[in-house]
Structure formats: structure tokens, C-alpha cells
């Protein structure tokens, strides 16, 4: 069946090269080509910016009212129900009539739900994911995340300590790493941060199907050199990834973060509203890798039954969006979960449709 995949693989290649690369030649221009991998590719980008094309937007209402408890924070709630059902606010005439029936009418806490959970850290980076992080976060292309990350494989010089490699190999589609990589980060942590920090059972990532596991995940080679160490030695853009895939390991390693939920229902005159809030009881990796842009805030203390008096009431007006084109990063995952590409080629099949001008950053 491999032998078989293989020679299928050719036979495409032969087709897609050589049948559609002259037809390309004579009717759009000279010297491009259609590839097996970068067809699909830019068909996902054709099909996505026909979506946008044919979207028609709709227009819908937004409602929130600002709550004070007697205690600080003044905490935001959103509508939830009216009458035990879905609001429905298409228009700036329902959005009226609703603040019409709850103007000036008191507001009561009806129910308080406490909730803890454990948050646990991602995986380490694989190709794929470390080329998502890097565009997301450093606005790094594909092609540049892998240049840089083929520097830091090859190896930096560190000064005294002479020239050496600071990650692992950065083209694979595994998350396993190795006994002697798990137990040096187990002693990092635990010398940094404390026992608690590391958690009860080691953590072990399971690869997704179809991965070929020939590598580890992308990880530093000594995890006793610090981004903060490494920084005087190291040109700012590999600082900055070593940085990224350092501290992704590092956090893949740690204890959970125990976070303690709240949900909250206030009602007006038949009108549910919503608020959420969160507090971190214990950080665990969150130490290392704070989660942000997450706009939950801690709510005050609160108990069913109890009068809540209003600050403001808000509405705000709203379209649907078509869906977004494509980032490097959204392409990248597209590729992977729809299992396009090899880890190896994402960089190279976003170059050459930006090159050869099929599509557009």
C-alpha cells in the first residue's frame, strides 16, 4: 500500500505537472507551474475569497447591563434569556422595546455557580504549531520561522561555551520527546519554582494519527539555557523564537493551573443575564505562560436573591462578518488538519504561491 501511495503520488505529479504547467504557460504567463500540493492550497484560498464574495450580512443587537453588588468590581452582564428562550434582536426596534421593559426595574441575583477546574498546558511545538505561534505572535512568515529555526538547529555561538545547537530538529509532526529531556525539566522546574509546580504523574502527549514520529517535537537541546541567559549572545529574532519554543516546553512540562469559575444569572422582569468570572487559585504553568486576552474578570461575592443595582444599560449594534481570509498561520493549520503537505513543505507551499503571484499576502 505504501509502494502503491508512492507511485500514485508520481503519477499526479506527472499529471498536475505536466498537463496543466503548459496550458498555465500559454493562457496566464511564462515560467509558472501548478503543483500537487500548492493546487489544493490555492484552491482553499479561491474557495474561501468565493465564501466572502457571496456572504450576505446581517444585522443583530448586542445587550449588556453593568451591575454593582455593593462591592467592587462593577461586573458586566450579557442578555441571556427572555422568558426562558433565546433572544432574538435583529433590529434597533427590539433592542428598544427590550430596554423599554427593563428600564428602572430592579435586578436580583437568581443563581451562583462555583466551579473549579484544572487548565493544562499545550504540547510542545511541532513544525506546524511552532509556525502558527511565531506568525501569531511575532508576525514571522512560515518561510522566516523556518530559516531562523534552521540557525538555532545548526547552532549558535554562545561565547565560552563555543558554538551549539539550542533546539532539536524543527521539521517533525511528533510531540514525544525523550526520557533524559523529561527529567532535566522536571529538575528545572522543581530547582525554579518548587515541587508543587511539577505535576503528580509526568506528562506524555499523545502524536496525532497519520504522524510519522521519525523526530521528536521541537524542543531546546539544554533546557538550562534560559531565553534570559542566552539574550546577551544571541541576535534579537533568534532570541526571540528560542524564546517562544523554550518556554512552550518548559510550560508543557508544568503542573496545571487551578482556576475557580463562577457563573452568575441575573434577572429582570423575565430578562436572564449572564456574567462569568474566573480566579486563579493556583498558577501553575500560567507562571511560565500567562494566558491573554481572555476577557474574564473576578466577580464580587454574590448570593441568590440579592438586590443588584444597575450602572448602565448598553446595546450595541452588529453585522455578521464573512469568514476571514486566510493568515499564514490559519493556512498552516488548514493544510495540517486536513493532512496536506508534509511538515517540511508548509513553508515552501506558501512561498511559491506568493512568488509565482497566485495569491496575495
Known sequence: NLFDAQQARRVLDRLVGYKISPLLWNKVKRGISAGRVQSVALRLLAERDAERRAFVPEEYWLFRAFLDAGAPPVFRADLHKVNGKKPVLNTEKDALALEARIKGKPFTVESVEVKERERTPPPPFITSTLQQAANQRLGYTAKRTMSIAQRLYEGVDLGEAGTMALITYMRTDSVRISEEARSAAKEFIEQTWGNDYYPPKARHFKSKGGAQDAHEAVRPVDVSITPDGSKPLVAPEPYQLYSLIWT??????????????????????????????????????????????????????????????????????????????????????????KGIGRPSTYAAIISTLLDRDYARL
Do not use: N
Open 248 to 337: 512552550r516546553f518548559v510550560a508543557s512540562q508544568m503542573a496545571g493551573a487551578r482556576v475557580r469559575d463562577t457563573v452568575v444569572l441575573a434577572l429582570c422582569e423575565g430578562v436572564q443575564f449572564r456574567a462569568k468570572g474566573e480566579r486563579v487559585v493556583f498558577p501553575g504553568f500560567y507562571i511560565l505562560s500567562p494566558q491573554k486576552g481572555e476577557d474574564v474578570v473576578e466577580l464580587p461575592a454574590l448570593a441568590p436573591g440579592q438586590p443588584l443595582a444597575v450602572e448602565k444599560l448598553e446595546k450595541e449594534q452588529k453585522f455578521t462578518q464573512p469568514p476571514p481570509r486566510y493568515t499564514e498561520a490559519s493556512l498552516v493549520r488548514e493544510l495540517e488538519e
